[in-house]
């Protein structure tokens, strides 16, 4: 245990009747508060680092508050002093969806910030990406060992040729065939994968290969009009130019014309060369800030989560936001207990109504599956610190920042150019789900929150990690990018944080490798499917 350090609790709102410890370790019973929070309170428990301390009386029914917020109410009488556990805490019920403020807070519009850039490869639709990559498109996952074997060849025999491409991306996933196509909610994973082929990332280049007989055909994965027109490809087979999608490149493996396993494979280099020779001209140009696209998450999260890295990532949102930027927060479970904070922080009632329809879709999901949002805290959560979801919530959301909510996205939905500022992008706030969906939303820079530690990546996308605690970013040394514990160490306030984040993130946009690109960590793809599965 650590006592080199004075005992620290943290308080988030002077209303708060508990308070949480910082230290590594934890602190033992019998603990003096120095000055600060609750001087000359006696610790009645041991209490482990990020769990709470009762700093009153707590009587049995009391609310208690975290953030001015109750995050529980007390199953029993809770003296001063002792370590507020979820056990001792009744959890808040969910707030109704009808009655709620909208749109009744209009924060006041903060000066724009000009004059920051980053560079990146602009693309013909005005989108900008951070990397230079090539994505090949799967229709379904019966190709993925197929279309990895390819993308090892062109990997080692043909990016040395290409030295200004980034590398090659296949979209391996688990949709396809098997799959109700034509069920209500089947239309979010072919929307999700649709609009992954056309991140800003990928320059705009779309090559697909199918399997033939699936039941997500190349037609309806990518209808004509949705993707940008490129040069007919000579290995385009006739039965597929001969139902007019003459535009698309697609390598079809029951083609007849594929003898043999290489065939496939050639057939996937070939098509991938004009790609990569269109890929490797283009060069990073320096544009404004206000080109960047930045989806926000925690995972792993702890107490600490909603006390330094999600406020300085709330504070870097603002700052993005300011800069004429766009960012996007998800994760319907983490913001559900505080659906009062986002109706009254909408734009317009409609964009207010936006988000309980979402929020309400989200609902009725959950409950065909027999659970509700308190499905979500984790073990690793609530040894943590955080009791249960309402606590974990008000520490969630506040990496949105303090901005008006701009618009609303549907799960899979493709931001449009109009759609700027900050923007709520529903999705389960399970780690990959969110990550692909806000991919598919138009996503150029990915900001990751952890407390517990996760080795988190994207392959299409650059991943900022931010740790929460300091011990974390010590023994994660070379796998989290920025250590917000120093917050809670005292070194730095939350505002110099997010300016560090933001500069950060303009440099990441700009080429610089994150820990997660330096060691080539991804996840795979997981699409968001509510649809049956054949
Ligand atoms: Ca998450």
Redesign the pocket.
């Known amino acids: 245990m650590s006592t080199s350090r004075p005992p620290l609790a943290i308080r988030m709102h002077a209303a708060d009747n508990v308070a949480i410890i910082a230290n590594d370790g934890g602190l033992p019973a019998g603990t003096v508060l120095p000055a600060g929070v609750a001087e000359g309170l006696v610790l009645r428990d041991k209490v482990p680092q990020g769990h709470k301390v009762a700093l009153t009386d707590l009587a049995q029914g009391q609310a208690v508050l975290r953030y001015n917020v109750p995050v529980g109410y007390a199953r029993q009488a809770i003296p001063a002093g002792s370590w507020v556990h979820e056990r001792l805490l009744d959890i808040p019920p969910a707030r109704e969806l009808q009655g709620l403020p909208m749109a009744t807070v209009q924060p006041a519009p903060q000066a724009p910030l000009e004059g920051f850039t980053f560079d990146g490869y602009v693309n013909a639709d005005g989108s900008v990406g951070t990397r230079n990559l090539l994505a090949i498109t799967t229709t379904v996952q019966c190709v993925a060992g197929v279309v990895k074997i390819a993308v090892e060849r062109i990997e080692r025999e043909l990016l040395p040729l290409f030295p200004h491409v980034d590398g090659v991306v296949g979209l391996e996933h688990s949709y396809g065939c098997g799959v109700a196509i034509d069920a209500p909610g089947a239309e979010i994973p072919i929307r999700t994968l649709r609009h992954i082929s056309l991140n800003p990332n990928f320059g705009g280049e779309v090559m697909v290969v199918s399997l033939g007989c699936e039941k997500l055909q190349p037609d309806r994965l990518l209808p004509l009009g949705t993707f940008p027109i490129q040069p007919v490809s000579v290995t385009a087979s006739e039965a597929w130019q001969s139902m007019g999608a003459q535009a698309l490149d697609l390598v079809c493996l029951q083609d007849d014309a594929h003898v043999g396993f290489m065939s496939m494979i050639d057939h996937i280099v070939q098509s991938a060369r004009p790609h990569l020779e269109r890929l490797n001209a283009r060069r990073r140009q320096t544009v404004p800030a206000s080109a960047l696209v930045v989806g926000v998450?925690?995972?792993g999260s702890d107490a600490f989560s909603g006390v330094t890295a999600n406020p300085a990532v709330g504070y870097m949102a603002d700052l993005i936001v300011r800069a004429g930027g766009t960012v996007m927060f998800s994760?319907n479970t983490?913001v559900r207990d505080a659906v009062e904070q986002l109706t009254s922080r909408a734009a317009t009632p409609q964009v207010a109504q936006d988000i309980v329809r979402e929020l309400g879709w989200y609902d009725q999901y959950l409950d065909r599956g027999k659970v509700d949002r308190t499905a979500n805290t984790t073990p690793g959560n609530k040894a943590g610190g955080l009791s249960n979801i309402a606590e974990k919530a008000m520490g969630s959301i506040i990496k949105s920042g303090s901005s008006v909510i701009s618009s609303v996205l549907a799960p899979g939905n493709k931001l449009r150019a109009d759609q700027k500022g900050l923007i709520f992008a529903a999705t389960p706030?399970?780690?990959f789900i969110?990550g692909t969906l806000q991919l598919a939303a138009g996503m150029n820079v990915h900001v990751f929150t952890t407390g517990r530690g996760t080795p988190y990546g994207l392959q299409a996308c650059p991943v900022v990690k931010v740790a929460t605690r300091t011990d974390l970013a010590r023994r994660w040394h070379d796998l989290m990018d920025m250590n917000a514990g120093r917050i809670a160490d005292g070194e730095i306030s939350i505002e110099e944080a997010g300016w560090e984040l933001f500069r950060m993130m303009l440099d990441v946009a700009s080429g610089r490798k994150t820990w997660a690109e330096h060691w080539k960590l991804h996840n795979a793809l997981v699409l968001f499917n509510p649809a049956p599965i054949t």
């Open positions: 998450q925690c995972g994760e983490e706030a399970s780690d969110c």
